[in-house]
């Protein structure tokens, strides 16, 4: 069950953050709303989300009142979050399992959250029903297709191609899951529309093969996008992004407002 408030502004390719995700959230499901183009992120520390949310006023954040903190303080922590001019236009929302009425009455009438008061279900198909109603309501999906993760500074993110009697090296500088950008030399005389197969990507600990298209080129940097993708592959990129947008959040040096 989900209960929206009517009026949305414009909020479109937010970063979206779950305070204190349940175990049901943070997994699979995780994987298909980046799958969606969503750009997700779990936060574990109710302080540091503020910091967050400071630094991304336009976020949106689902706040699970089932953990850590008693309700009245959450209470508390919910109206400092709103009246607090770094982060007042953040977007918030409830996820929990309890359905008082009046605790509901509370976020969504008194406190007017925009993105709901979200019933969470047993079983992964009823949870990402009622979060993707709830991103869908609030306009949360990235502007851009696909959500990219940036891997330049990762020296383990390469790709590898032979042709011949020929073996191609190349660095990783961002990744989607339409395809990736490259720096590699010895491709000059590559056309776009040019197809390669089994080109070997490096993922950290995951190695993808897949066919891919030459997009175009900037320098000795090369767009290819994806063909032919088979679907373990295609889990492995988007679980790479998930994860790299995940450390990259964890990395920022934040600050509390004031």
């Known amino acids: 069950m989900i209960i929206m408030k009517e009026e ?3 909020i479109s390719g937010k ?23 969503f750009e997700v992120y779990a936060l574990n520390d109710h302080q540091r989300a503020r910091q967050v949310l400071a630094r991304f006023p336009l976020s949106i954040m689902f706040i699970n009142i089932d ?28 996820m929990s399992y309890n359905m008082d009425p009046l605790l509901v009455e509370k976020y969504l009438m008194d406190m007017s959250l925009p993105c709901g008061y ?40 390469t790709m590898n191609y032979k042709a011949g009697d020929n073996m191609y090296y190349g660095k990783l500088l ?12 010895g491709f000059e005389a590559m056309k776009a529309g040019t197809e390669l197969q089994k080109v070997q990507i490096r993922l950290r600990t995951s190695l ?12 000795d940097v090369y767009i290819f996008f994806f063909t032919n993708m088979n679907t373990a592959a295609r889990m492995s990129v988007h679980r790479f ?6 450390r990259n959040i964890d990395s920022l040096t934040l600050s509390t407002p004031n």
């Open 8 to 10: 949305v502004e414009d």
């Open 15 to 37: 970063k979206v953050f779950f305070l204190y995700p349940h175990s049901i959230t943070q997994g699979e499901l995780f994987d298909i709303l980046i799958m969606a183009g």
């Open 67 to 94: 953990e850590k903190l008693e309700e009245h303080d959450w209470e508390l922590y919910i109206r400092d979050i709103l009246q607090n001019e770094k982060t007042r236009t953040a977007r918030l929302g409830i």
């Open 118 to 157: 979200i019933q969470l279900k047993l079983g992964l198909q009823d949870s990402t029903k009622i979060i993707l109603a709830a991103l869908a309501a609030n306009e949360a999906h990235d502007k851009r297709k696909h959500i990219r993760a940036p891997c330049e500074n990762d020296p383990n993110t």
């Open 174 to 185: 961002d990744i989607s899951a339409a395809g990736f950008s490259v720096k590699v030399s």
């Open 208 to 219: 993808v093969m897949t066919d891919v298209i030459l997009k175009g080129r900037r320098g």
């Open 241 to 246: 992004i998930k994860q790299t947008i995940q």
